[in-house]
Structure formats: structure tokens, C-alpha cells
């Protein structure tokens, strides 16, 4: 069921048997897996997460490579509510473990100053990660090229920057090392610092001497026509020739509203078991916010393990459904001849 501020109110007696947060690749599978198992769930989305920005999708099975990722988003929602899921357009607030329920409050637009509490026994965390851009005055012009020629993952779109003339747009010292890397596909590398931090000497000779030059001036403007990237302009006037570029500026991580439960982590990253159930055994964590690579095939697994798990301890808690028919046969007593 589709739920929105007019209609939401009938949900709030539920007690689901999971919410899942995120309405993304790896929110999806769950819901989907979830709701085919006849648990009742509900999916939170916030909208415009990471996988809604994917402008192709090259490297995922059976999917045409040019299938914006939006696309299979809203497939993924249809066929989750076709299946018996809920789905809420709002942003989580905040999780609180009641003991044998959580208690999630979920704000719905702009004008919910107060939230909605919904009662369910598990949590499944999906909420993503969104990339860091390089800021400009002027963001629309990032946004021309980003998802496009300006990737932000290397392992999804290395093959596409293949002997290409590349940026890399570090957002910290430590970020530069991703050109080490980058030049398996490309050895092609300018390094743009966006004017954010000194480099150090070190590093400098490092890219010295692999060729790779340096550029220190904040990023004034990129260029290029129909979302193709021809090159980057900085602030002292100078333009570096590229037609691709890769973004290694960090992520922002859509997990406060897990900040009163505790559970162990590995610097932002959520720790799970190979069923992506965290330290806490009724909260699960899927695809980026999990360790592990950050790839849409790996969101869908999780999504189907964390489901599976889900549906494993539900069922073996309940009682079995019995033919009762047959039992009030095969229990009669016998007709006396």
C-alpha cells in the first residue's frame, strides 16, 4: 500500500514484522523478499539516495547497460507493494529499541514538525550513502557531468575511463592514493585538490614521479557539451584537458537515526555477520552502510539475506500451521460395530 500524510494514520497500530529503511537497491530486495515470505513491512524512503543519481547502470545482470538507476527504483517499489509491502516517502528520526519492538519516527514533508511512531519488531538499515561533490557557486554545473563522465565509484566505471584523460578530484591527502589505482585504467591522471589542503612534499614526489600532475587552485567551472566532460577550469585561469574524471571526496553516512542503539562499528561502516545482522540480533544493515564493496549487486544480496534471516526467526518462533481437517480425523474415535 502506497501511505502518505492522508492515509498513514491506519498504519499506526501495526506492529510490523520489519521496516526497512531506504528505498533503494538493497531496500528493495528486502522488501520484495519480505513481503514474498507474507511478512508485513514497511519501506521508508527518503528519495534521491545514491543509486537514484546512477545515470546508467553498465555493470549489473540482466539490466540494459543505459537503464538509469531511477528506473529500476521505481520498478523495484511497484513490484514491492504489488507483493503486499508498505511505502512511505519520509525520513527516519530517530530508532528506539522498546525492548521486544522498536519505535521509529518518521517525518512526512517539509511542514512535520512533530513525526509519526511506527512499531515494528526488526530493522533493516538501507538508508545509503550519498558522495561528496566538489562545492562550486554554480552546483548545477557539477551536476551536468556527475553520474556521467564525473564518476564517484572506480570499481563501477574504471572500464568506462579506460585510457581516458582523467581528473581526480581528492578531497584529502590520503584520497590522492586513489590515483595508484585509478591507473590500471587510465595512467592519463591530473590530481585536483580543489584548493581544500596542502599536499605534502612526499606525495608530491610520489606523483612526480609517475607523471601525474598536480593542481593545487580551487575549481572555478567544468567543461563540456551534453553531459561529456572536456575539461576543468580553476580558479588562476588554468584548464586541465580531460574527458573523465573521478570524485574520491568521502561519503556522508545516513545512519543517525541508529546513533541511540548501540551497535559496533568499523570507523563509519556497520559490522554484520554473513546474514548482514549487526551486533544488535533484530537490526540489520545493508550494502553501503555495511563494510564491504559498495556495488548494487552486493545491496541485492544483502537485501535477500538480511530477509531471509528475518523470516528464519519469525517463523521458528511461531507455532506450525497444521491441517486441521485432518487432524480432527485422524484424532475421531473409531465407529463401534
Not at 99 to 113: I, L, N, Q, Y
Not at 204 to 210: I, Y
Not at 267 to 275: F, S
Not at 276 to 304: M, P, W, Y
Request: charged residues 20%.
Amino acid at each position: 500500500m502506497k501511505l502518505s500524510s492522508k492515509n498513514l494514520e491506519t498504519r499506526l497500530d501495526t506492529v510490523y514484522d520489519a521496516i526497512v529503511v531506504g528505498g533503494g537497491m538493497g531496500g528493495l530486495s528486502a522488501a520484495i523478499y519480505l513481503a514474498r515470505y507474507g511478512l508485513n513491512c514497511l519501506i521508508v524512503e527518503k528519495g534521491r539516495g545514491r543509486s537514484f543519481w546512477m545515470q546508467d547502470t553498465r555493470n549489473f545482470l540482466g539490466i540494459d547497460p543505459t537503464t538509469p538507476g531511477r528506473n529500476i527504483i521505481d520498478h523495484g517499489t511497484k513490484q514491492a507493494i504489488d507483493w503486499g509491502a508498505d511505502h512511505l516517502r519520509g525520513f527516519v528520526e530517530s530508532v528506539t529499541d522498546e525492548g521486544g519492538t522498536f519505535a521509529v519516527r518518521v517525518k512526512v514533508g517539509k511542514k512535520d514538525e512533530t513525526g509519526s511512531v511506527f512499531r515494528t519488531k526488526y530493522v533493516v538499515a538501507a538508508s545509503g550513502i550519498i558522495d561528496v561533490l566538489p562545492q562550486l557557486e554554480n552546483m548545477q554545473n557539477v551536476f551536468d557531468y556527475a553520474g556521467y563522465t564525473l564518476h564517484v565509484c572506480m570499481i563501477c566505471d574504471g572500464f568506462d575511463m579506460w585510457d581516458q584523460k582523467a581528473v581526480l578530484i581528492a578531497g584529502s591527502e590520503g584520497q590522492i592514493n586513489a590515483a595508484f589505482v585509478l591507473n590500471w585504467f587510465t595512467p592519463y591522471i591530473s590530481v585536483l585538490t580543489h584548493g581544500l589542503y596542502p599536499v605534502s612534499g612526499e606525495m608530491k614526489q610520489k606523483l612526480a614521479e609517475h607523471g601525474y600532475p598536480l593542481y593545487e587552485q580551487p575549481i572555478a567551472k567544468f567543461h563540456g557539451e551534453n553531459h561529456q566532460l572536456s575539461g576543468v577550469e580553476l580558479a588562476d585561469g588554468t584548464r586541465v584537458e580531460a574527458t573523465t574524471g573521478l570524485v574520491g571526496m568521502g561519503s556522508i553516512y545516513h545512519n543517525d537515526y541508529l546513533k541511540d542503539i548501540e551497535l559496533e562499528y568499523d570507523g563509519q561502516n556497520l559490522v554484520t555477520n554473513e546474514m548482514c545482522q549487526t551486533s544488535h540480533e533484530r537490526i540489520f544493515a545493508l550494502g553501503d552502510l555495511k563494510l564491504g564493496l559498495n556495488q548494487v549487486s552486493i545491496a541485492v544480496a544483502d537485501g535477500t539475506l538480511a530477509a531471509t534471516q528475518i523470516w528464519r526467526m519469525i517463523r521458528r518462533a511461531a507455532a506450525p500451521r497444521k491441517w486441521e481437517e485432518n487432524l480432527l480425523v485422524n484424532t475421531a474415535e473409531p465407529e463401534v460395530v
